[in-house]
């Protein structure tokens, strides 16, 4: 996939098809999913935007950063 675009959102595509395959085996729907890594980039744009870099083992380091 190095150097191959189309290639990476082929298969990304089909990673998340397979993803939602499982939420859905598991009983958990796809929404909730969708809305919680929505929630991570929000909170990962609002620390950029205010000049907060996270650093591993820094002390603004989240569990909600993507």
Do not use: C, H, Q
């Not at 990673?15 to 729907?29: C, G, M, Q, S, T």
């Not at 999913?33 to 002390?59: C, F, H, N, Q, T």
Request: glycine share 4%; aromatic share 8%.
């Amino acid at each position: 996939m190095i150097n191959d675009r189309s290639a990476l959102v082929r298969d990304s595509a089909a990673f998340i098809v397979l993803l939602e395959r499982i939420w859905k085996a598991r009983d958990v729907e796809a929404s909730l999913v969708w809305s919680e890594l929505d929630e991570r980039i929000r909170l990962a744009d609002e620390l950029r935007a205010s000049g907060i870099r996270p650093y591993k083992g820094g002390r603004f380091r989240s569990t909600k950063l993507p």
